[in-house]
């Protein structure tokens, strides 16, 4: 489960004395459970290396997190758990549409 790993992922960054928060948001997924070209809720981890936040997604093993990943907030945890992130999502995710308008071969 994505949260479970981004959760984890933040705890390990920490005990290495890295900041660390979580992203919640979507993610586009290929096929789902029989549903093709869907996005999906997410979570994934970010790191504070130097002056910027860096992405890091355990449950999808990518360390260059690309555009199919679309963020809507950030935690660091800290008083929150993920059912109260996730469920101030619900509204807003129930209530999206997002269009692929084209998808671009990654580079050499």
């Excluded at 790191?47 to 093993?61: K, N």
């Excluded at 809507?72 to 008083?79: K, P, Q």
């Amino acid at each position: 489960d994505c949260s479970e790993h981004a959760v984890l992922l933040a705890a390990l960054g920490r005990a290495c004395g890295i900041p660390t928060r979580v992203v919640t948001g979507l993610v586009y997924v290929p096929i789902f459970g029989g549903d093709a070209d869907i996005f999906g809720f997410h979570m994934w981890t970010q790191f504070r290396i130097g002056d910027s936040w860096v992405d890091f997604d355990a449950a999808q093993h990518e360390s260059d997190c690309n555009p199919t990943h679309v963020a809507f907030s950030t935690s660091s945890l800290a008083g929150a758990g993920l059912g109260q992130i996730s469920i101030n999502l619900v509204h807003l995710i129930g209530n999206l549409e997002l269009d692929i308008v084209r998808i671009e071969p990654a580079g050499p």
